[in-house]
């Protein structure tokens, strides 16, 4: 069992950053953030392997960076230059078994948080 407690989340303005943290109860082989918006699907926005390779949403690359600290068991979203369109609540997902890289599948994961909004004002 993986439990995940995601903070860091708020309002902010276009153009501006924030970032979000999970804290896990163990890490997992892959992690992952999600945000799911408003009438909208769940997408997956980044990834990290336990060895750190990283996969990111064509929409974040550049903007985005995941990262995490074994040694705190949290994991990391970096989110700069954000804009109205990041607006979502993200999810922090973790598997014990493998995941898929470049692309970030929801199937993969078996463990997720409860989430933080993420509100981007124009």
């Known amino acids: 069992q993986v439990q995940l407690v995601e903070s860091g989340g708020g309002s902010v303005q276009a153009g501006g950053s924030l970032r979000l943290s999970c804290a896990a109860s163990?890490?997992?082989?892959?992690m992952a953030w999600f945000r799911r918006a408003p009438g909208k699907e769940r997408e997956g926005v980044a990834l990290?392997?336990?060895?750190?390779?990283?996969a990111y949403l064509d929409s974040v690359k550049g903007r985005f960076a995941i990262s995490k600290d074994n040694a705190k068991k949290t994991l990391y979203l970096q989110m700069n230059s954000l804009k109205s369109e990041d607006t979502a609540m993200y999810y922090c997902?973790?598997?014990?078994?493998?995941?898929?890289?470049?692309?970030?599948?929801?199937?993969?994961?078996?463990?997720w948080g409860q989430g933080t909004q993420v509100t981007v004002s124009s």
């Open positions: 990290i392997v336990k060895g750190g390779a990283t």
């Open positions: 163990r890490m997992g082989y892959c």
């Open positions: 997902a973790a598997t014990l078994g493998g995941c898929t890289i470049p692309d970030i599948r929801a199937a993969s994961f078996d463990y």
